[in-house]
């Protein structure tokens, strides 16, 4: 199926989202915000709308998404799922959820599996969404999901990052503007992905109350120019204890400290929810406390 006719599917199906909720979904009584969960050396931020919407952006690499996740949405219901890029430790998680939740559509950015890991992978999983039936749509730089008066906007790719060589910077960069509070979402693009943003896009499509840190805290993004664009108050890290790529590197963490951003980890905080407070005030609670990075 072409890109056209599947821009045209994703309008019709976002656009009747709000009526199409999952009912007990909808009667649930979670509070709405932003929440980055320990699935180990991995990706995967959940997203509740004030409506009890729910997007999961990326799914870690493994069943780590079944217990995170099992707190959080005792009805097992998933309205959408993001897959920011074809990497394992982004949708690695994603075959063990079908098994538990119902879930919605899957959203993706059109890039076929990476070469770091077996490409069947990737498309037994898309066989998997098939047999079940549940929608896989493609979404690029411009689309939008609206939910009540509350967004999700995809920055990137656009049709030149999506033929990048490298296939990190063809992953879904995505603003969030939920619970009062702005959330920029930067899978794992790299120094020449986040310039590429900066040159771009105005500057005010960039400014979020809240990052999640791009490729686990690599030293090859976080940016000086692009953290500064952003000019977060607090930013998220998803990343596995002990992980042996060295991630969140010494070199990205001082980058965000020169910003004054307060920093939270999924290794030492644990699963990490951020909420706004009546008075305006992010408001974060962490599964375990910790004498780090903050």
């Known amino acids: 199926m072409n890109r056209p006719h599947l821009v045209f599917v994703a309008i019709i199906f976002l656009a009747a989202l709000d009526a199409w909720l999952w009912q007990d979904v909808l009667a649930a009584?979670?509070?709405?915000?932003?929440?980055?969960?320990?699935?180990?050396?991995?990706?995967?931020?959940?997203?509740?709308?004030?409506?009890?919407?729910?997007?999961?952006?990326?799914?870690?690499?493994?069943?780590?998404?079944?217990?995170?996740?099992?707190?959080?949405?005792?009805?097992?219901?998933?309205?959408?799922?993001?897959?920011?890029?074809?990497?394992?430790?982004?949708?690695?998680?994603?075959?063990?959820?079908?098994?538990?939740?119902?879930?919605?559509?899957?959203?993706?950015?059109?890039?076929?599996?990476?070469?770091?890991?077996?490409?069947?992978?990737?498309?037994?999983?898309?066989?998997?969404?098939?047999?079940?039936?549940?929608?896989v749509i493609i979404l690029r730089a411009g689309d939008r999901i609206k939910i009540g008066g509350e967004?999700?906007?995809?920055?990137?790719?656009?049709?030149?990052?999506?033929?990048?060589a490298e296939l990190n910077d063809t992953g879904f960069v995505a603003r969030l503007e939920l619970s009062g509070f702005r959330t920029l979402l930067t899978a794992d693009i790299d120094e020449a992905g986040e310039a590429y943003l900066e040159k771009n896009l105005p500057p005010e499509f960039l400014r979020a109350d809240l990052l999640k840190v791009a490729h686990h805290g690599s030293r090859f993004s976080s940016s000086d120019g692009f953290l500064r664009a952003v000019a977060p108050k607090a930013v998220l890290i998803e990343v596995g204890k002990d992980n042996r790529f060295g991630h969140p590197t010494q070199e990205a963490l001082d980058r965000l400290l020169a910003i004054g951003a307060t920093i939270f980890r999924t290794d030492k905080n644990g699963t990490v929810k951020v909420t706004r407070t009546r008075s305006g005030v992010l408001s974060v609670k962490v599964a375990r406390a910790t004498a780090g990075e903050e």
């Open 29 to 135: 009584n979670s509070t709405p915000g932003i929440t980055a969960l320990d699935v180990g050396q991995g990706d995967a931020t959940l997203a509740e709308f004030k409506s009890g919407a729910t997007i999961l952006t990326d799914t870690g690499p493994d069943t780590a998404i079944l217990r995170a996740l099992e707190p959080l949405l005792p009805r097992r219901n998933i309205d959408l799922v993001v897959l920011t890029h074809p990497q394992l430790d982004h949708y690695g998680g994603l075959r063990h959820l079908l098994g538990r939740y119902r879930i919605g559509a899957v959203l993706v950015n059109g890039r076929d599996g990476d070469s770091s890991t077996p490409g069947s992978l990737w498309r037994e999983l898309m066989e998997n969404l098939k047999e079940r039936d549940v929608p």
């Open 151 to 164: 967004t999700m906007t995809f920055l990137g790719p656009d049709r030149n990052l999506i033929q990048s």
